[in-house]
């Protein structure tokens, strides 16, 4: 009998990679996609397993690399049986601020609401048309929370939560289910990529083990959940606070943790200071810094 076949993006690195360990585990074959050379490592070690694994390095915030990726799945003539959507990038930093790029905020929908989409649409379908498959949505605990300074990563998340649910409503009784993945802070390379080392909310080393996200988050999956809060206790309070509490407060609550610099002043938001002022805080005397990517198929770190 063939193993089952899970399709896993985002998978070089964090949840992704421990997510593809636990579909390993579990006897899956794997389709594994990431923009970087990391992909090829996490195959190799899965193979090594025993297991049966295909890397696809594939840019999923553009067009051409959801198709890439795409494509390559059906070049296996195979059923997916798993879809975990799990790609995902972000960049921290004022949004009107010069520290951060118009391009990498874009990127940032692109990845995580755009890719997600358009993957889901190529092979959601033929799960449909088979009666059968399950697709795992990498959401967060911040998806009802308006992030200051990671301003268009809240809003994705809040998308993929939003996307996973009326998904599942229209799914219901095909044979396909959709399941919400909810992480916390989760200990992955994420914060250093979104240059936010020096925020509380990335300095801190209360952060989720991803290896436990990925166990927890696959025992939803295949029990067919709709939603999964992963992790401690107070990662289902974070989530319920942003149902709870006034919108008025969130932004600000949120700001405590997500404001540069932060971690060092203690301030829970700069003060009152030019964009000019933040962006040579960050990167030298008057210096316009660039971020060479914003954070790129980490998981995700809520």
Sequence with gaps: MASPLAVVTGASAGIGRELAREFTRHAYDLVLCAEDERIEDV???????????????????????????????????????????????????????????????????GCNITGTVDLAKRLVPDMVRRGSGRVLVSSSTVARLPGPYQATYNASKAFLYSFSLALRAELRGTGVTVTAMLPGLTDTDFFDRARMTDTRIGATTVKDDPARVAREAFAALTAGRGTVVTGPFYNRLLFAAGRWLPDRALPWIFSFFSAPGSARTGRSVPKQRSWEQESSEQGGRGERVTPTHPARNPGTPH
Aim: hydrophobic share 50%; no cysteine; proline share 0%.
């Design 43 to 109: 195959a190799a070690e899965l193979r090594g397993g025993g297991a049966r694994v295909w890397a696809v390095r594939a840019d999923l915030a553009t067009g051409d690399g959801v198709a890439e990726l795409a494509d390559r799945v059906a070049g296996l003539d195979r059923a997916v049986d798993v879809l975990a959507l799990n790609a995902g990038i972000g960049v921290g930093g004022a949004f009107a601020g010069s520290a951060t790029d118009r391009e990498d905020q874009l990127r940032v929908l």
